[in-house]
């Protein structure tokens, strides 16, 4: 019955092939890759069962269970709401888990089937089944491994102009499209909190923050310096440039849990407030509803000016401040890990985590895992998540 509905979608997709030698050099391919892909997912999802059967996760899951069964759980809509997304999140990684097993079984038996009967249309549908099911495992293993408390939190990306004149500035706006598109493919709600213009395009800064559950854990390994080699739109001779962006990612810090409550004493505070600059209606550019925090015992700055009220701006601000300190509280609980930094180091060359590069040709290069990919449109509109989950498995915890 399976053979037979497998070998009807595969005979709709409109596989052929014409020669008896090049059907065996293909059929020879394609099984020599189903293997293989179905050996290292089967892999995979052995890490991920041992991770789901822990009496960590077991009791996790028993607990949100618990506490969402309470009668008093809408006492709080905030905290309900938190509580029942992560426990969402964690019945997701169980189905998740599930539906790999059975794809994997599934698809064996019928390569199995269909090997034997020599029918190489169900053969590639059950190479691109595993293919599937390979991405959808590293996916689930790179969630497994978010295992800090801040993990879970929403966050802050920071980006920052390094050396390359106007092209930076330009550069900073590219990468703020891509994590923007990224956040949103990935359910993430978006905001620019805070914006400095360039002098003539872009930005010479910008924040965007992430809200939705483990968006700092997935966003944590893009911290660092950031290249991008290309023919320069500025330039009348149209030269090829190279200019650097540093990327910062912070956890907000009210969404953590299990970290000591960031305190802040008014009198260490220094507030300014300016009017905001470029577009943003008459009210915005006319008003002093910008706002600029100075925290003096370590001399953390902080802006915001993406609303029309000032009060919310310094609310908005005060948020940006807890994360900045934070990440020092975590930085010096866990500074031999370098968790929280890794990859930071001079805006400029030497320092880069990945290189973008559009001129002579086109290829995306992540530096700490040696991960590359051809398909720059792609990743500039978002498709980062190879790179992510890359980072994440590269120091595998599991």
């Not at 599934?106 to 029918?119: Q, R, T, V």
Request: negative net charge.
């Amino acid at each position: 019955m399976l053979l037979t509905r497998w070998k009807s979608i595969a005979r709709v997709a409109g596989r052929r092939f014409f020669s008896s030698d090049e059907r065996e050099r293909t059929t020879k391919s394609m099984v020599l890759n189903f293997w293989t892909m179905h050996n290292d997912t089967s892999s995979d999802v052995q890490l991920i069962d041992k991770v789901l059967s822990s009496p960590v996760h077991k009791t996790k899951l028993q607990e949100l269970r618990t506490s969402t069964q309470s009668d008093t759980l809408w006492n709080n809509a905030a905290s309900a709401a938190k509580l029942l997304q992560q426990l969402s999140m964690l019945e997701k990684r169980e189905a998740a888990a599930e539906q790999l097993h059975q794809t994997l079984d599934e698809s064996k038996e019928l390569f199995n089937m269909a090997l034997e009967e020599g029918e190489d249309d169900v053969i590639a549908s059950c190479v691109a089944s595993v293919e599937a099911a390979a991405t959808s495992a590293k996916k689930l293993r790179a969630e497994l491994l978010m295992s800090q408390p801040a993990d879970a939190a929403s966050c802050f990306i920071e980006i920052h102009a390094g050396a390359g004149g106007t092209d930076s500035c330009d550069w900073v706006e590219m990468l703020l499209r891509m994590y923007t598109r990224w956040g949103e493919d990935q359910g993430f709600s978006t905001e620019v909190v805070n914006a400095l213009p360039g002098d003539e395009a872009g930005y010479r800064s910008v924040c965007l923050k992430l809200n939705g559950s483990y968006a700092y854990g997935w966003a944590r390994t893009e911290s660092g310096v950031h290249r991008l080699v290309r023919i320069s739109p500025f330039d009348s001779a149209s030269r090829r440039h190279t200019s650097f962006a540093q990327v910062r990612v912070f956890p907000v810090a009210e969404a953590t849990s299990g970290l000591n409550d960031i305190v802040i004493d008014p009198k260490e505070l220094r507030i300014d407030t300016y009017r905001a600059s470029g577009p943003g209606g008459q009210h915005v550019n006319k008003t002093e509803s910008a706002i600029r925090i100075t925290h003096l015992p370590t001399n953390i700055v902080v802006q915001c000016q993406s609303d029309r009220s000032q009060h919310r701006n310094k609310d908005t601000a005060m948020e940006m401040l807890k994360s900045r300190l934070l990440q020092l509280e975590l930085l010096e609980q866990e500074a031999e890990k370098r968790k929280y930094t890794q990859g930071l180091g001079d805006n400029g060359w030497g320092s880069q985590i990945r290189s973008y590069v559009l001129h002579p040709y086109k290829m995306v290069k992540d530096h700490r895992t040696n991960l590359q990919l051809s398909n720059t449109s792609a990743v500039l509109d978002g498709d980062i998540t190879p790179f992510i989950q890359e980072a994440l498995t590269s120091n595998d915890l599991i």
